[in-house]
Every structure is written in structure tokens, then in C-alpha cells.
DNA sequence: CTGAAAGCGCTTACAG
DNA sequence: CTGAAAGCGCTTACAG
């Protein structure tokens, strides 16, 4: 960070004033063209780099954008930062990331920091925490510093702000009937993450499919470092479990191998439709049928409507986007009309 | 960004110097309590968040670090970052990520955006790309502007900087060991990553064990969208294989499917083993037995050598870990000792 | 204990 | 076409 050449630098050496040094390496039509050439080939020549925050300090936009996730480990959380860097860095903006690790404590840290550091607009993911307590004190300073704010994937209703998601409870519920339709006659719905807005949603939406199918409902919630093997064996023996809808890729890969390891066979003995579109699905065995959550998509859409909010390009009131997403078919779910030939 | 209020505006309201506000608010000795009690309070009421990019500007370092990677989907990746952000909080300074995506191109302009956006130091881990050529005029800015750098995992020889890595040639020799030492009796190396440092090492280690043991040696080169089927399959029954050594995660991963989908038995028919302790590694069935990178560790031990060497704390010549790491040993490959029962 | 002043490296009206 | 000057929001010797 030291001994950077500097505008006033260049202007002593060519013995011109730093208003024209400025101008010329911003092709400013004011300068001759042989000034400008001749000040930006001594710029280059001193390997010259223009202070940011210096630029910064003037114009009053950094162009760049925090992002406060609650994780990166999860498939989810990677793929959809890797559309947010993507996004970002095609249209000319950094991002700043941090990790909340769930807590509100961390991410109102996270809060205080990315302000000060001037960004231009917040990306957020919320944590588990502030999702279970719906705690949002800690998110004040954005709003009292008027900072754009983009709420992906993990959002809360109560805070107004742009949005984008996907239609977690709808998707629950195409994903249980679409369990039913391949020929599941009781269906679960498993969750190793609680309290988080995504799960409320999808155990909403599972909830009213199973109604209208006229089913009986079956809830287990679980803690994914230690899974239930025996409830899952009793489920399936005694209860007659055919089906599970699992919250997130991770809790359904844990159902499936449970399953396996009982001895039962999937999907002949069990079917399981689970969230997220992970490396995991794609490789497990029997790979796993799944509701594409479009986590790049996810990204790159919060960076665009951030991007496009702080440019002015938005109406005034919050735009909320909710993805249309599908469901991927794969060899965990059965062939809807069963085939003689499997 | 908009209408904060700022220092001048303090001064204004309680009618005393901007100096005074400032020193007041730093805890300068200088002010009298009252006065300090006056301006925080004044502070507080009016959510008053100092303007980095200001105070920057007179101090001269940003307390944020850049980091390039070539990817964040990868395990590895996305682990190791995980160490950096957490290590960096813990330590007080911010990150801003830059993804090379494997290219030269992209990773230049990541450290002309990541050196005038003023970080104090820059971490990275070379693209493919970057390795496979040897190239490295791109990162001239990063010495000819003095920025310290410290490069991880995948790192090149003939830069001067400081490292973290692990000893990769030494972990596929012992990794190769293990398979031939649990009963294999020829081995081969698959990889899915050619052109990396770590790849060479890599496969330098498995020849080096093989040539050791005097068994013979096969290298097979894939691309990870375009498993060879066929060929592992002939591997297996005319070439007698019955280890592999993958050079990664997913690389372990993919050679295990083929393997099991054409009906073959691990670790019977064929032990494994991989780089990279994630989290397919754990689910998989069988699990795979691996060598543990370390990702978090390695994360953590760059921002910290990166901390040290901005705050100077570091001797003159460059440090260089070798990170000690150990084989994970799952399902992929059978017990050292083969048991009757198992 | 408080304040005036210079300066960090830029940009940008405004003169000439 | 070029330059002098003000200012972005801070910090920090230096006076008083």
C-alpha cells in the first residue's frame, strides 16, 4: 500500500496541473489529445493505479455491494453466491461477503461493518436465529441510513424491502403431490432446519397438500449430527411410510442412507423428494429427485434488482420476486406412471 | 448512502470543533469527559457511523483483505474460504472475494479491481489456467505495488511470497501406501484436475510409492463431465486394478459410481481413496476414505500469515507451511489388518 | 482542554 | 485547451 504513484506525482513530473492529469486519464474531451496521450503513457509507464477510495470519497458510491449469508458450506449458500460474484463482477461491482454462522450477534456485526465501509446496497440471507425470533432490531441502521437492501431465499415478511425467493410452500405441495402420484399412499416430511422461514413454508405447503389428498400427516423435525434411525425403521414398518418430503438436500441424503442402511429399498420401499439442487443429489446412490431451488438464479437476480435499485432503474414500492422452480426427476422418486420395466 | 450525518455536522450541533468531536469519539485523552459523554451521546442519538472510505484515506489501510479463488462450488473452496471469513473476523478485518473461475483473464482483473479498491493484502489460490502455463505477468501489479501476498494450496515456485499448503506429493505417496498396504495389489491414479500444482504433486507421489513398491503404474486423465466407464471397467477386469487413488473429491467420487454401476464391490473388488475431506466423502455409501486437506485449517492459517505480515510481525524472507495432514479412513477401502468378520 | 489548519488523493464546476 | 480552487469526511500535529 505504499510508495503508489499518485496524480500529483504525474503532474510534477510532466509539468502540468493534477486538474489535467485527471482529466486526461478520464478521457475528458476538454484535453488535447497529445496531452492525453502523453499523460497516460507516464501513467502507465509508473504503473499508475487510481486510489478508489480516494474516487470514492468524492462520488459517494463505492460499487460495491455486501452480502451477509448465515453459511457457505451448504450447496445452496455456494452456488448462490457464486451468481451473486458472477452477476457482480459482470456488471462492474464487487462484493464484500460475510458470515452470519446463524447468529443475530454476527450478523449485526456484519451490519455495523459493511455500513461503514460505505457499501452501496446489502444482500442478505437471514440467519436462523433472527428468522426464530423474528428479532430485526439489529437491522435498523440500514434502514435509518437509507441502505438498499435485496432478502434472498431466507426473508422475512414483516421486513419491506426487495425480495427474491422461491414459492417454498407451492413447491412443497407439488413436490408431496407428486409423491402421491407416483404411488406413495403416506407421506413425511422430515426437517433438519428448523426455524428458518424456507421450513415454516415448506411444512405449510406439505401440510395442505396432505389435507387435500386426505392423508394423515407426519412431521419429524431432527437434529442432522444425530439422525433417527429407529423412528425412521418404525415409520416405515409399523407406520407404513412410503413417502418423504425432506426439507434440504442434506436431510434427505440422511433419510435415504438411514433407509438404506435399515435394508430398505429406495424407491421401491421408500420414495424421497428433498430440496436444493446440490453436487449431492446429482451423485448419491440412488441419486436423488429434487426441487431445484435455482440458487445461481437466486443469486444473480438479488444482484440484478440490487444493482438496478441503486441505479434508480426500479419504481419506487419493493419489487418481490418468486422464482418458478421444478422438480428434478432422478432415481430416488418412482416414474409417475409406473412402468412394467424399471 | 445518502444524507449520513458526519463530524462537521456533530460539531455544528454542539457547537465545538470537528477536532474535538473527532478526538472525543476516539476516547482521546485530550477531552475532557463531559465533552467525550456530550458527543457520544450526540453520536449515538444520531446513529453517526464514521466514513471509512475517509478514514481510510488518511490512514492508509483499509483493514480488508482481497481473496481470489477459482472456484467456491468445489468443497475445498468453499471450506477454506470459510476458515479466511472467520479468521478475519476474528481478527477484525473485512474480505472481499474475487472468483477467477479458472481463467488468467479474470483472475488479472480481480487484482487490478482487488489492488485499487486498496487492500492491504491480497490471498489467493492460482487458476488452472495460471498453473498450467506457468504465467504470472498478470500479477506484476501485485509486486510492483508492494501488496503482500499469500498464496494456498495452489501455489507456484517461482513466485516469492509467502505459502500455505499441504505436502501433496508426500500424502498421495502414503496414500498410495495405505491402498497397497490394506491389500491392494495395483494401483492407479485417477484425475479429474490435471494441470494444477496440487495434481502434479500429486500424481509425483503416487509414482513415486508405486516406483518404491515396484508395482506398475497407470494414469488416467478424465474429464469429470465425461466419466470413462468403459475403461475403469477394463482396468478392473483385464488389468487386475484393484486401488485407485483419485486425485479429488468428486474425482473419488465419480470413480466409485462407475465402479458400483457396473457392478463391482468396494472395497472388495476396489479400494479408494480421495483428496479432500467433504461432505460427499462423508454420505456417500460406502463412505470414502480420504486425505484430509484441511481446507478450513489452511484458510485460517493464510489470513492469519497474511494478518502478521501486514502488521509486521513476520521476519523479512517469506514463511512457507506445509500443513501435516492425516488419511481419513472410511468404507472405501478395507482395514489395515483385513478382519475375518467385516 | 479546545480549535485552526493541513493534508490524504481524487473530481469538478468555474475561470481564463 | 489548461489550471486554480473547493471539497468529499476524516485525522493529527501544532498552537493556544
Partial sequence: MDQRVTLKELARLLNVSISTVSKALNDSPEI?????????????????VPNMLAQNLKTKHTRTIGVIIPAILPHFFAEALHGIETKASELGYRIIICISNESIQKEAESVQTLIKGQVDGLIMSLSQETQAKTEIGHLQPIFSHKVPLVLFDRVLNQIECDKVHINDSLQAEQATMALFNSGCKKIAYFSGISDTSVDDERKKGYLEAVKNLGGSRKVVKFDPRDFPDEKLKKLIETRKIDGILASDELSAILVMKSALNSGFEIPEDLSVIGFTNGIMSEHFRPSLSTVDQHAEQQGKLALETMVDRIEGKLPEEYVEYKLETSIIHRKSTRGKVPQLTD
Avoid: M, W
Avoid at 32 to 39: H, L, N
Fill in 32 to 48: 488535447s489529445p497529445q496531452t492525453r496521450k502523453r499523460v497516460k503513457e507516464l501513467a502507465a509507464l509508473n504503473h499508475y
